[in-house]
């Protein structure tokens, strides 16, 4: 108990930020359980030594971070506090010299992120930048980072820096875990799933005309609302946030409510369920529920149950079905009418609960399985094209939706 002595000298501050190749580091060997990530190797040991880790990050990027809580928390055996980096500021939240604050911003510009980064660089905090931009403000004012390297994003809505900054949140989890042994066979597991994403993406990315045809569905919904938990609320929260746009003040046009170019949607926590959303549940709200075949599986079926009780409209984003006869994952159908594969055998319980969901008439989005940590960047890709097809289909531009630029440098 205590405070834990600050980081040493070696491992302070050097003025003027860090090289930009120091971003560019990440490198894996795929059959070994270990992660380099050049800007971070030499505060390791720095970060290891405070007493938490704290993610501070906006819109997009905030759920980044609540995506790869769980799996920090996990391997590097830290308390990991995640803040929206406004109302960090509002409450001028206490930060201590044996912390180690986090910056996640694609742009690396987001205002009220460099607020909170002077303000915790000025409490003595070890300040880690992680950002698409080499060169920007908090690229410049932290004092090592990661780069994600995922390219110039055009679009307003920030996507592949999202899915980038999953996977960099990842490797930084599995780097600091590097030293423990307990965790040397789980560390391979994520690192060859690392290997396997582009797969995996590929094979949700395959869902595109099928999330077409659901957008046709949906487009006249006055409002949607997403489920997940664990792992992938912030899948909820994050497609909510692409499928109504950003920004408040949603506005009544032909008695739809529509914020930015979208619907009024929301993204909620399953395990909130009961303490007040079940209660907006009937026939006619569609409700995109996140069901992968994670550690809250069995309580995502629980919630789907609840639902379908309630007589709800859902749509279930859940695994390819593992079929039996050795063959591995298959795809296995979309959206509408006579799309289902239906295999004689079933291996998982898991599959069969879904078969059943799809006989009471809800529609599933079948994605690859990967790691848990890793579900959330297969998971978005379809909620992402479903948002994508929204956009389109209601006359939208889902490029610059309305009021907002690309980034946000004033407070
Ligand atoms: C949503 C979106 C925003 C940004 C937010 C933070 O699609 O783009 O919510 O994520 O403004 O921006 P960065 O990551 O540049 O700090």
Redesign the pocket.
């Known amino acids: 108990p205590g405070r834990l002595p600050a980081p040493s000298p070696s491992l302070s501050p050097s003025p003027g930020g860090y090289a930009a190749s120091d971003f560019g580091g990440a490198a894996s060997d795929f059959e070994e359980p270990y992660i380099r990530l050049g800007g971070l190797a030499d505060y390791v040991e720095g970060i290891l030594r405070c007493r938490r880790i704290v993610f501070i ?7 980044a971070c609540l995506a790869a809580r769980a799996t920090l928390e996990e391997f590097a055996a830290m308390p990991v506090v995640v803040e929206l980096a406004g109302d960090f500021m509002d409450r001028e939240a206490p930060v201590f010299r044996d912390d180690t604050c986090v910056f ?7 205002a009220d ?1 460099l607020r909170a980064l002077e303000y915790a660089k000025n409490k003595g905090a070890l300040c880690v930048g992680i ?2 931009t080499v060169g920007s403000a ?1 690229s410049n004012a932290t004092h090592c980072g990661v780069h994600l390297n995922c390219g110039y994003e055009i679009g ?4 592949k ?2 899915t980038s900054q999953i996977v960099a949140l990842t490797m930084v989890a599995l780097l600091l875990g590097a030293d423990r042994r307990s965790m040397t066979a789980k560390r391979l597991d994520h690192v060859r799933a690392l290997a396997a994403l582009p797969d995996a993406v590929r094979g949700a990315l395959a869902l595109d005309a099928d999330m077409r045809e659901l957008a046709a569905q949906l487009k006249d919904a006055s409002d949607l609302l997403f489920f997940g938990r664990g792992y992938n609320y912030s899948t909820a929260l994050e497609a909510a ?2 499928a109504g746009g ?1 920004g408040g003040g949603g506005r009544r046009l032909g008695g739809r409510v529509k914020e930015v170019a979208l619907i009024h949607s929301e993204g909620i926590n399953a395990g909130e369920m009961k303490h007040g959303p079940l209660a907006l549940v009937d026939e006619n709200l569609p409700i995109i529920v996140i069901a992968t075949m994670d550690a809250m599986h069995r309580k995502m079926e629980s919630v789907i149950q609840q639902l379908l009780a309630r007589s709800a409209r859902l749509i279930i984003l859940c695994n390819q079905a593992r079929r039996a006869g050795g063959r591995g994952d298959v795809p296995c159908g979309g959206f509408g009418a006579g799309l289902w594969f239906r295999a004689p055998r079933l291996e998982a319980p898991g599959d069969v609960a879904m078969d059943a969901f799809a006989a009471r008439g809800c529609s599933l989005i079948r994605v690859p399985r990967t790691v848990d940590a890793l579900q959330p960047v297969v998971n978005v890709v379809p909620l992402q094209l479903l948002s994508y097809h929204l956009t389109t289909l209601r006359g939208f531009n889902v490029d610059q939706p309305r009021n ?1 630029a ?3 440098t004033v407070t």
């Open positions: 990050a906006c819109g997009t990027s905030f759920h996640v911003s694609q742009s690396g510009e987001t992120t950002t698409n908090i307003v809505a920030s996507t820096a999202y946030l692409k950003r907002l690309k980034s946000v």
